[in-house]
T-cell receptor, first 113, second 115 residues
Framework: GQQLNQSPQSMFIQEGEDVSMNCTSS?????WLWYKQDPGEGPVLLIA?????ELTSNGRLTAQFGITRKDSFLNISASIPSDVGIYFC?????????????FGQGTRLTINP | DAGVIQSPRHEVTEMGQEVTLRCKPI?????LFWYRQTMMRGLELLIY????????DSGMPEDRFSAKMPNASFSTLKIQPSEPRDSAVYFC?????????????FGEGSWLTVV
């Protein structure tokens, strides 16, 4: 089945630094989603991308849908302590009628104050 | 509006016991999903329902797992008998369908430990 590969698996940064993570697939996705999971909580949607090449921002977060439709990246500018958590990319597989999401393995972000 | 509600939040049980996890989706949502999260395998879709009907259960690990959705406001995931390798966080999510990405909401999860 279609799988999403995220990198890096974990990041340790200083508060105030910018963060960049990406997600790749061997096959095409028509939608790319980025979620964040806080400790002890379920994933929450951050940004949704629906068109190849689309660049979308949500506050300090920026995400892009790759032109090839096989990748996406998420950037966080000027990180703050509440950015700590696990970031997942996700997308619906290209199966007719499928209404489900597959998730990447996640990027765990740790911030040193 | 209340979000997706799961119970129990935490459960510790002995190997061989039956475990039942419960989920109340967001009112009006037609889709309900059960995911399992582990360190090794990440977030895996177990099964999803549309209008209370199971659509895709290809992610259900084995016969020990079963899921039901008797009505639009309630679903259960049952493990019988439970094994230590079933220890994980089980998430329920619901969606109004279109576009899927913008409308799927997760519950806070049920943290299961099988000893």
């Amino acid at each position: 089945g279609q799988q999403l590969n995220q990198s890096p698996q974990s990041m340790f940064i200083q508060e105030g630094e910018d963060v960049s993570m990406n997600c790749t697939s061997s096959s095409i996705f028509n939608t790319w989603l980025w979620y964040k999971q806080d400790p002890g909580e379920g994933p929450v949607l951050l940004i949704a991308l629906y068109k190849a090449g689309e660049l979308t921002s949500n506050g300090r977060l920026t995400a892009q849908f790759g032109i090839t439709r096989k990748d996406s990246f998420l950037n966080i500018s000027a990180s703050i302590p509440s950015d700590v958590g696990i970031y997942f990319c996700a997308g619906p597989p290209l199966i007719q009628g499928a209404q489900k999401l597959v998730f990447g393995q996640g990027t765990r972000l740790t911030i040193n104050p | 509006d209340a979000g997706v509600i799961q119970s129990p939040r935490h459960e510790v049980t002995e190997m061989g016991q039956e475990v039942t996890l419960r989920c109340k989706p967001i009112s009006g949502h037609d889709y309900l999903f059960w995911y399992r999260q582990t360190m090794m395998r990440g977030l895996e879709l177990l099964i999803y329902f549309n209008n209370n009907v199971p659509i895709d259960d290809s992610g259900m690990p084995e016969d020990r797992f079963s899921a039901k959705m008797p009505n639009a406001s309630f679903s259960t995931l049952k493990i019988q008998p439970s094994e230590p390798r079933d220890s994980a966080v089980y998430f329920c999510a619901s969606s109004s369908g279109q576009p899927l990405g913008n409308t799927i909401y997760f519950g806070e999860g049920s943290w299961l430990t099988v000893v």
